[in-house]
């Protein structure tokens, strides 16, 4: 079965890729965060450059904390841009998103230096 931009990954190969597991692809397909464009006759699924493009957005999220609802709040918003991209709302939410993970950065940041802080302490004992 061959998919609208003619490319198909199983998902082995996506679990590659992406350095997610089976059972988490396996996951966000069944709470329906990233659906696979097709599947085999045998039920296989298959993906896109798209759909992976899309497991990667969210791979980008986990570390800065998002729930899978919040990820999916994301995903309604660049889809809804897709289809409108000159949408005032859409783009204000966007840009919250924007600086939300700017401010989960800058907290992750900080965190780090925590840890190198220990770290290095932990050489001086």
């Not at 609802?69 to 709302?89: C, F, K, N």
Request: no cysteine; glycine share 8%; charged share 35%.
């Amino acid at each position: 079965m061959s998919n609208p931009d003619g490319v198909s990954m199983r998902i082995g190969e996506v679990t590659e890729r992406t350095e997610l597991s089976f059972r988490t692809l396996r996951h966000y397909d069944e709470i329906g965060l990233v659906t696979p464009s097709a599947r085999t006759e045998g039920g296989f699924r298959l993906y896109t450059e798209g759909d992976v493009s899309r497991i990667l957005l969210i791979r980008r999220m986990k570390p800065l904390g998002y729930s899978l609802d919040e990820m999916r709040d994301l995903l309604d918003v660049v889809d809804a841009l897709t289809a409108s991209p000159g949408d005032a709302d859409l783009r204000a939410r966007l840009e919250a998103i924007r600086s939300g993970a700017a401010e989960r950065r800058e907290r992750l940041t900080r965190q780090v230096a925590m840890a190198d802080e220990f770290i290095d302490q932990l050489g001086d004992v």
